[in-house]
């Protein structure tokens, strides 16, 4: 879990008051994290693209080694 996640003042408020709606927010910021939010260090993509990328090419290397992304 990322420390700006908890470093929110409406999280800790949060955590404090309401530990189930609490659990939500975290799972849809670890959901967004994963899914939707580039990463510089795996070649903006995502987490979940860096798995499936080398998941179908059936290795693992560097992410710095990655082709360059093609926007379209």
Known sequence: MQEEWLADPDIQVLIRED??????????YIDW?????PHQSINYMTPNEYVSYFNTRGDLKNPKCLEPVQYS
Do not use: D, F, G
Not at 19 to 28: F, G, S, T
């Open 33 to 37: 994290h994963n899914n939707k939010r």
């Open 19 to 28: 530990r189930n709606k609490a659990q939500e927010e975290l799972q849809k």
